[in-house]
């Protein structure tokens, strides 16, 4: 598949349909005992999500090494997994109560919730088997470290909260999304480029192209939350607000968000510039994150 | 120091010592932001625990190689920090609903029940991020699996749960407990093992040793529930029967479990005769683990 001859459209319902072909391959089946859960798993994991983690980082690795490497779909796979895990958990009563995602019910509305918090603990933990198969042991550390509690996702989750009872500043407002929702993207990107066998100057640029996405990401997140109704979003619209969460609208203006948004992507073309042509995608992909808005 | 000349209670408060240390170690500090979540963590995993996985662990990795192998702490904490992971989650509101754990208030009741779900997802992230810097790749997916929904602890918490509403039998009985604490003990057995460079052979001796005290101890388990009170055994005493959980004693009455407890005991030492002296110390943990329902 030529770059060049491949819309971007073919080009992403095709890297989706090859990510959806290996988790197929990975999840334990619906039919493999105990039932309940791992059809807990594969309804969360099949919801419609558009696999943005996992493309970016087969695409890091390609950018790299100009070519798939053997394993890397297990490591592709992991980051969805996680990221799979994070909202089931995040739509928990405890935690932001969500009944909607993607347009369905969520886990818990669905399983109950000793089923959701269990399914969650799954593929978090699943996460780690499928990427110990393919990948090494710093790949897994590089994972954890991601989500994890030091300036990882599960740090954003709880400065997130904090948040809540903090009065809004833009320097909060970074850090928490920074963890919650840069450290995974940055990590996708990472992981792609390590596997791949990146030199620390490839892996140095791709770590900053993932910061920037990941903040542009977030940015969008937030203006959208705005400004699209529950039925575009396939989730509840204006519960930021109604929670009296931080968001970037809420801090800058809409206005100045997107001005934001827009300068991330600048960031994130430039950090790219040492790949030259190879990037396209990537090139690509940042767009499409940050043209989600319009 | 010699196992001859050291008795089993100072090997035993030795080892466990060097645990915790190592544990505060690894952990981040409670200084170290986001605060509330590094508080929680560290709130559960010193919460009075007997290590009893990491000290099979780093015995079983003597065991094999008559020493400790540079890394094995981080292995063997690994172990300690998926345990209180699954502690934490078993004692929420929509699980076990436990409101206390070795004496004192479980995390939800101290943390609230987002920063308690939280703190478990860290603490299984976090087993990962240390296994991964002293281990292989193969330890990582040992781990995962031992915690995981095919025969692991998360299977046994499902069947657990799945349980309550059928009608009790031996034969889902040793299901769910083959699952939920035998998978995690047999682990245990086998990171020290294959850390230690275990032979095929070896390795399954310690699968066998560990397959039979995970039996016994969760015999036992069921056999305190039913014989001591809350305030001996650090949590809510006959919630089992409250909770209509299928239970050794339950299927087998009690004089029946305590024979089975027995008898595991002895399946477990026959399973180290390949080790003969060296294996002194698990032979001495197997015993502790029955005698604790003397």
């Known amino acids: ?50 696999r943005i983690r996992p493309i970016l980082c087969l695409e890091a690795g390609r950018t790299v090494a100009g070519a798939d490497e053997e394993g890397i779909e297990e490591v592709a796979c992991s980051l969805e997994l996680i990221h799979t895990y994070s909202l089931i958990h995040d739509d928990l009563p405890a935690l932001d109560n969500d009944d909607l995602r993607r347009g369905r019910p969520t886990s818990h509305k669905v399983f109950g919730e000793a089923m959701a918090i269990l399914a969650g603990d ?23 470290r991601a989500a994890g509690t030091v300036g990882g996702m599960i740090a954003g989750q709880v400065h997130d909260i904090e948040g809540e009872s903090q009065p809004p500043s833009a320097e909060l407002l970074e850090r928490i999304h920074r963890a919650k929702t840069g450290a995974l993207l940055r990590c996708s990107l990472r992981l792609g480029a390590m596997h791949a066998g990146a030199t620390a100057g490839q892996l140095e640029a791709l770590s900053r192209f993932g910061e920037h996405i990941g903040l542009a990401f977030q940015i ?26 931080i968001t970037f609208p809420a801090v800058h203006g809409l206005e100045a968000s997107r001005r ?20 396209l995608r990537l090139r690509q992909l940042a767009d499409l994150i940050v043209d989600r808005s319009s």
């Open 1 to 50: 598949m030529t770059s060049s001859v491949v819309s971007l459209s073919e080009y992403l319902a095709a890297q989706a349909s090859r990510i959806d072909a290996a988790l197929d391959r990975l999840l334990p089946a619906e039919s493999e005992p105990p039932e309940t859960i791992h059809r807990a798993m594969r309804y969360s994991v099949f919801a419609g999500g558009k």
């Open 122 to 144: 799954a593929l978090l933990t699943y996460a780690f088997e499928v990427l110990a198969r393919a990948g090494s042991a710093a790949l897994v550390g590089e994972l954890a």
């Open 220 to 245: 969008v997140d937030d203006i959208l939350d705005v400004t699209q109704t529950s039925e575009q979003l396939g989730k509840t619209a204006g519960k930021d607000a109604a929670q009296h969460k």
């Open 260 to 279: 934001m948004a827009a300068e991330q992507r600048t960031l994130a073309h430039e950090a790219l510039s040492v790949f030259g042509d190879r990037a």
